[in-house]
């Protein structure tokens, strides 16, 4: 069965093709009580916002709901791991 989860990772300005860093763990992933729905095990996002010193990921679980995670960049940046 497929499961699909949200992680970051980083890229060079200058060329977006080179990774500097990615997380260790994905940052959100389906938990046991919203795996089923019309999408089983799947989260999903269509990109996030910086406000003030934070990251907002709206994201979807399982084609059954929608809702949001924050994360201090700072602590976002920190959980990246070197390529």
Known sequence: MRRYSIGAVLL???DPTKVLARSREPL????????????PN????????????????PYAVSDTFSTV????IS?????????
């Open 12 to 14: 060079d300005k200058a």
């Open 28 to 39: 959100v992933h389906p938990e046991a009580p919203h795996r089923e729905g019309y999408v």
């Open 42 to 57: 799947v989260v999903y996002t269509c990109g996030a916002m910086r406000f003030n010193d934070r990251i907002i990921l």
């Open 69 to 72: 995670a924050t994360m201090k």
């Open 75 to 83: 602590a976002l940046l920190g959980s990246l791991q070197n390529c």
